[in-house]
């Protein structure tokens, strides 16, 4: 991992970017039986498979961090800050180790049912949520946001790597 410059100014400013998107999706509907679509997760995607996946992992943490410091995140307990926060943004963050086929991005897929994962664990053990009560809440938002971030990153990738001229580290 090259820590320089240009790094460092691109993992700042992926970290704003889903901060600032974070924001936003609190403009969005709720699912009804709760969360949201967290479209905001195309920046960590986009760092990781633009600079790498140790890169994506950092800006997961940062992010996950700031998310509490910013009170966008809420603390109920251990289980729930590494199985709902935690882990879910560093896999994010780590999408790119899966290669893409034919320019779809099967890491966000992996990603993001790995997340699914993590979250119904932490229903389990934190919330102690019945499975089909854990699997009505978490299936649907990030199903959802599996979609708004696969169709983002296909729109934005090819834009931004052409323009950073982006090698993977």
């Known amino acids: 991992m090259k820590l320089d410059t240009k790094a460092m100014t691109l993992m700042a400013m992926f970290a704003a970017m889903q901060i600032v998107l974070e924001f936003l999706t609190k403009f969005t509907p709720s699912m009804p039986q709760g969360g949201n679509v967290a479209f905001s997760l195309v920046a960590i995607f986009l760092c990781s498979y633009l600079l790498g996946p140790l890169y994506g992992a950092v800006v997961g943490l940062v992010c996950c961090g700031l998310h509490f410091a910013l009170g966008l995140a809420t603390f109920y307990g251990p289980y729930s800050v590494a199985f709902d926060y935690v882990i879910p ?32 664990i ?18 649907p938002y990030n199903v959802g946001t599996l979609v708004a971030c696969v169709i983002l990153f296909m729109i934005l990738y090819p834009r931004l790597e052409k323009v950073l001229k982006m090698k993977k580290a």
Request: hydrophobic share 50%; net charge positive; charged share 10%.
């Open 89 to 120: 943004m560093v896999l994010c963050g780590v999408a790119a180790i899966v290669p893409s086929i034919k320019h779809f991005p099967v890491g966000i897929v992996v990603a993001m049912v790995l997340k699914t994962i993590s979250h119904l």
């Open 122 to 139: 932490a229903g389990w053990y934190q919330f102690k949520t019945p499975l089909k009560g854990n699997l009505t809440y978490n299936v």
